[in-house]
């Protein structure tokens, strides 16, 4: 526990230099702030309390941010090491391999539940202030926080196993943004565009909710917008989102993290100095 300790505050600190720590932090922070105000305007027509709606608007970042800053801060977890001629050193160290990467997870994840609690925090102040019936989503915001940090996990493990087959900043960079774009956007536009063709047959009725389940964004987007009728109100997906059982979409986001830290395992496992 010492060892990883001492990893984890290495890699907070390089972090802090790097500026990574302040960068998420305004960038949930101001996001968070920016549809709190924003998302008001319906609270009316739906009959939801401005929180709920909130929370609904905030999934969304979540998906699109959280897995971006993740991959952003892990990319070069090894490779950086690799380039700058430290990693023969540290793996020279008597500290396992598995110690290495615990540690920097236990900072970088800290980082991003800094950020994400900052920016909730701010989003559910500015609503109860303006609304004091916005306490009713604070358990949907509360159930967001601690998912969205799950979501972290899962990107940040891909991170370090995409950093430890490439072995250069350069290359890693550009494999995390193609997982990102692959998993957070052009996975949605591919199952739209089967659908489309499928035309409600097997794929529609069988296939779509195992493949949502598949994709760490989309089951973090479904266990959210199902387990709060207000917020898949608010979301106008209601639908997409009860057709899951919520124990799946749940079971989907507590694996995710799992199998990433493993494949990260394996592949740092193969990483000679």
Do not use: C
Request: hydrophobic share 60%.
């Amino acid at each position: 526990m010492i060892r990883i300790l001492t990893t984890a505050a290495t890699e907070f600190r390089i972090a802090l230099r790097n500026r990574w720590v302040a960068i998420s932090v305004v960038l949930m922070v101001g996001f968070s702030l920016v549809l709190t105000l924003a998302g008001s305007a319906p609270t009316g027509g739906l009959g939801v309390d401005r929180l709920s709606v909130t929370v609904a608007s905030l999934t969304s970042l979540s998906v699109y941010l959280v897995p971006l800053l993740a991959l952003l801060m892990s990319f070069d977890a090894i490779a950086g090491e690799a380039e700058r001629g430290t990693l023969p050193l540290l793996l020279t160290y008597p500290i396992r391999r598995e110690e290495v990467l615990l540690g920097k997870l236990l900072a970088h994840l800290g980082i991003l539940a800094l950020a994400v609690v900052l920016g909730h925090g701010m989003a559910a102040a500015v609503s109860i202030l303006a609304e004091s019936g916005s306490v009713a989503g604070l358990p949907a915001l509360w159930r967001l926080s601690w998912t969205s940090v799950l979501l972290g996990a899962t990107f940040i493990g891909a991170g370090y196993a995409l950093s430890s087959l490439s072995r250069r900043p350069s290359g890693a960079a550009g494999l995390a943004i193609g997982l990102w774009l692959g998993f957070v956007v052009l996975y949605d536009l591919g199952l739209l565009a089967v659908i489309v063709a499928d035309n409600g047959g097997w794929f529609t009725t069988r296939a779509f909710p195992v493949a949502l389940l598949a994709n760490p964004a989309d089951a973090f987007r479904l266990y959210n917008l199902s387990a709060s009728a207000a917020a898949s109100a608010a979301s106008g997906i209601g639908g997409a989102a009860g057709a899951i059982p919520l124990w799946q979409s749940l079971l989907s986001i507590l694996l995710w993290p799992l199998a990433a830290l493993l494949a990260a395992r394996a592949a740092f496992q193969r990483v000679t100095p």
